[in-house]
């Protein structure tokens, strides 16, 4: 290897060594320090070689003419990767004009961010070529492959949802080999194996399954909504190895019968598989409020109790819809299901125990709720949470009031208190200054 102290020296240190006296201290500045760091580089990149030349070479001579003789035998990959000419403007002979060594984090940071994103919108285009080449190229780069989008789903999640090439357990088996996070989840709980057996239905489904499972993927594992791989495949999939891979899971102990949030399970999926929908069931006599367009009744949807908005075809309010459908937070009613017949329109929606207006009835009236509350100040916190919400999707409630505020018992051993904001019939659209438009 290349020893010696003067052959790791910026050109201005051996310059000032040259006419320095024995008892001098050698000097050094926050300029040469970049320099040498770009020794230091090269010499990873060279595998162990100088950038101004090989064992014998005069290196210390190369590096006051300014001659990195070694440059080209760096791997052109690497060279492309290392773009933007970074290591030529940390080897700049001028120390005032050679970069500082915070642009060059900065551009390093800049490059990594913008190969990951790469790597990102590679694996999540639908692509019929072989892109284990390109994702070789950009993990060589040195990339963290823990990276994901804004929905929290990495390579492997975006590769398993969208690569419909038969290069997909290729390009599978490449990122876990390069140790991507097998059983990484999105920010709706999903896994690898949930975008596989949700999106492919491809001859490689089975052994793009057995690779996870293989790899130590959680095949048991749920989502948000408490679907598991067997809920997506008999729910989504039309693979004509379906019944293989059912199998696969069945072998590993899941259950067919085992049931989603929704109260659904996979045994159901797969007999209402070709059913256009999946029917709302609700008890007339079970009427739980009512009104000016429209009754609400206690009912199922699956095997869970909900309650049904039942509303006239002609008096349906696609705001109300709208708004509903815009909405996902732990602090708002959610909306289940939405089916139709030739008279009305049914919203299966979360089952409430009572609302805040009944907190205050007087004690002989069998509406008055009288369970238990959260402490005041997570009721607010949860009704401010809920609102910020609404705000966010830019849209106003415009119709605040104890009625339209509701108590929900979460299911499960801890029966946890939750207020939920509800009824959107006049929820409208705003604008950027919180201020909505009287049209429309």
Request: net charge positive; proline share 2%.
């Amino acid at each position: 290897g290349i020893k010696g102290t003067e052959k790791w020296r910026a050109p201005e240190s051996l310059k000032w060594l040259e006419n320095a006296q024995e008892e001098d201290e050698p000097r050094g500045t926050v300029q040469s320090d970049v320099f040498v760091l770009c020794l230091v580089f090269g010499y990873l990149l060279l595998k162990g070689d100088h950038l101004y030349g090989s064992k014998g070479d005069n290196v210390e001579k190369n590096i006051k003419k300014g001659n990195p003789v070694n440059m080209q035998k760096i791997n052109g990959k690497l060279r492309e990767i290392y773009e933007d000419h970074l290591l030529t403007k940390m080897l700049e002979d001028d120390p005032s004009k050679r970069i500082t060594s915070k642009e060059v984090v900065d551009q390093l940071r800049d490059k990594i961010a913008g190969k990951e994103k790469e790597l990102l919108e590679l694996c999540g285009r639908d692509n019929r070529l072989d892109l284990t080449e390109k994702i070789k190229k950009l993990i060589q780069f040195g990339i963290n492959l823990k990276a994901k989008d804004d929905g929290g789903r990495n390579a492997l999640h975006l590769l398993c949802r969208n690569y419909s090439s038969p290069k997909l357990t290729d390009a599978i088996k490449l990122l876990i080999e390069s140790k991507i996070v097998v059983n990484a989840k999105d920010n709706d709980g999903l896994n690898a194996i949930h975008f596989l057996c949700r999106y492919h239905s491809s001859q490689n489904l089975i052994k793009a399954i057995h690779i996870l499972i293989q790899s130590g993927i959680d095949a048991k594992a749920t989502t948000n909504d408490g679907s598991n791989a067997l809920h997506y495949l008999c729910r989504y999939n039309a693979s004509p190895n379906l019944t293989d891979a059912v199998t696969i899971f069945t072998e590993l102990g899941m259950n067919l019968m085992t049931q989603d949030n929704n109260g659904w399970s996979a045994f159901y999926y797969l007999q209402n598989k070709d059913k256009k929908e999946m029917k709302i069931w609700f008890d007339h006599d079970a009427l739980l409020g009512l009104g000016a367009f429209g009754l609400v009744f206690k009912g199922k949807f699956g095997g869970r109790e909900v309650a049904v908005k039942r509303v006239e075809l002609h008096h349906v309010d696609k705001r109300e819809e709208d708004a509903m459908l815009k909405l996902k937070h732990p602090n708002i009613v959610k909306l289940l299901h939405i089916e139709k017949d030739n008279d009305f329109m049914y919203y299966a929606l979360e089952l409430c125990v009572a609302s805040l207006d009944q907190l205050f009835l007087k004690s002989d009236n069998p509406k008055k709720y009288d369970g238990r509350m959260p402490r005041q100040i997570v009721v607010f916190s949860q009704l401010a949470s809920g609102l910020e919400h609404i705000h966010s999707k830019k849209l106003i409630h415009r119709d605040i009031n104890p009625k339209n505020i509701l108590i929900m018992k979460s299911p499960g051993k801890n029966e946890e208190i939750i207020i939920k904001w509800s009824d959107f019939g006049l929820a409208k659209s705003v604008n950027e200054k919180g201020l909505h438009s009287w049209t429309g």
